[in-house]
């Protein structure tokens, strides 16, 4: 049993996947969920010497992420961090949009969120304490096309993490989110392999490239550290290469329509 377990959600693939990798290095056993297949990723961490287990888990469903925390700290031991990745995107435009297409972004994005860092938070207040991230987005606070569900599902994300840090403060929880821009992962790489989308999104960004699953996961290790970000909680910490700064370029949702729409709608 491990001393430390973090909990991450989404960890399949991607950002979620990256991060149950960075956080294993530094010393957590690892309980990476999701809806897809976890096992490479926790072969992949045990065969580097780590600790981890693999869970199969709808955050969408309040039993099924009970269930995952106690079997998480039954195999690994007493969690002390969460990294609430899990989410979805869906392009529909706003005079189009359905309830339907309303709720299948915020049943995840919102609803799942909440039973994940509600779940998570209560286990770590009994543990002593750790820390939780939730993965938002720069369109937490910047308006895209046809995706207005999507962005206000990342605003709530960020109200919670608020609201949940000036509560468990005083409980030993410090709570914060990170806001990628344009990231490469296999959810977005048909997209970015579009004719000149990548190239617009790197133009977008004062530094000159798109992002990288390993530049969010070095946010969440850095603030799930309870010695280098002792005194941070209640933040957001936007990771998007500068795109924020101006809010101009490429628009990631709109220049890929026509790939969404064809995939039947979604995103990842």
Known sequence: MSARV???????????????RVLAADGFAVAAADVR??????????DAGGVAGAYD?????WEAVAGLVSHAERDLGPLRACVQVAGAYRVV?????EPADWRQVLDVN???????????AERIVANGGGSIVAISSTAACLAWDNTAHYCVSKAAIEALVRNMAYELGGRGVRVNAVAPGT???PATLDELAMPG?????????PLGRIGEPMDIAQAVRFLCDDARSAWITGQSLVVDGGYST????????STCDSFVEAKGGERG
């Not at 973090?6 to 149950?20: D, F, M, Q, S, Y």
């Not at 297949?37 to 045990?46: K, L, S």
């Not at 919102?110 to 998570?120: E, M, S």
């Not at 101006?246 to 949702?253: E, P, Y």
């Open 197 to 205: 989308v990548e190239a617009s999104e790197a133009d977008a960004c």
């Open 246 to 253: 101006h809010g101009q370029g490429a628009d990631f949702g």
């Open 183 to 185: 990231i490469r992962t």
């Open 93 to 97: 435009p706003f005079l189009e949009m």
């Open 57 to 61: 888990c709808d955050i969408r469903s």
């Open 110 to 120: 919102i609803d799942g969120t909440f039973h994940v860092c509600r779940l998570a």
């Open 37 to 46: 297949d976890c096992g490479p990723v926790v072969a992949e961490i045990r």
């Open 6 to 20: 973090a909990l991450i959600t989404g960890a399949a693939r991607g950002i979620g996947a990256e991060a149950a």
